[in-house]
């Protein structure tokens, strides 16, 4: 089960606002993941982050590593109507080395035109 | 270059019957990972594989479950025998970098 709190549970926006989300964790992590999951699909690798306090963008996707290592947050701006999904939160802790991730519960994004 | 492919996509069974689903890893990636994912639960580890070899299968809800990973290209999970309560979508995912997984599109299990 998860052991990452992702907020929000769900947002409801229109199409060119900007969407921020974040994952907080009680534990350490080394590796901090942002997934995307289309209806139907599996979960499809948005961003990854390996150190404290890196900032990484994909497109209109930013996504931060947290300088305490406790949490990450993903900014989506400009959305537009294909944003429309889950969006998980995954992150790998510092004493795992076998890459065994835990999981946000999700924020399901709507995007209204 | 092929995702991660999982078979069937869907299955639809009757309770205690043997369900097995299949996975291919994407080429040349040394650990594959079989979750689970509810309404409930969310996202789950079942177990998981690094070199063919078994590493965590805490995951694994009780002895109805078992999984195998005979070579680098295949694994399966199978549930022997099934119950309405083991109705989930199960995903595969294989890894290439430190600590990022790909995901295949899963398998959609429905156990009357």
């Known amino acids: 089960g998860q052991q990452l709190n992702q907020s929000p549970q769900s947002m409801f926006i229109q199409e060119g606002e900007d969407v921020s989300m974040n994952c907080t964790s009680s534990?350490?992590?080394?590796?901090w993941l942002w997934y995307k999951q289309d209806p139907g699909e599996g979960p499809v690798l948005l961003i990854a982050l390996y150190k404290a306090g890196e900032l990484t963008s994909n497109g209109r996707l930013t996504a931060q590593f947290g300088i305490t290592r406790k949490d990450s947050f993903l900014n989506i701006s400009a959305s537009i109507p294909s944003d429309v999904g889950i969006y998980f939160c995954a992150g790998s802790m510092t004493t795992d080395s076998w890459g065994k991730l835990q999981f946000g519960a999700g924020t399901q994004v709507v995007v209204t035109p | 270059d092929a995702g991660v492919i999982q078979s069937p996509r869907h299955e639809v069974t009757e309770m205690g019957q043997e369900v097995t689903l299949r996975c291919k890893p994407i080429?040349?990636?040394?650990?594959l990972f079989w979750y689970r994912q509810t309404m409930m639960r969310g996202l789950e580890l079942l177990i998981y594989f690094n070199n063919n070899v078994p590493i965590d299968d805490s995951g694994m809800p009780e002895d109805r479950f078992s999984a195998k990973m005979p070579n680098a290209s295949f694994s399966t999970l199978k549930i022997q025998p099934s119950e309405p309560r083991d109705s989930a979508v199960y995903f595969c995912a294989s890894r290439s970098g430190p600590d990022t997984q790909y995901f295949g599109p899963g398998t959609r299990l429905t156990v009357l």
């Open positions: 534990s350490i992590f080394n590796t």
């Open positions: 080429s040349g990636h040394n650990s």
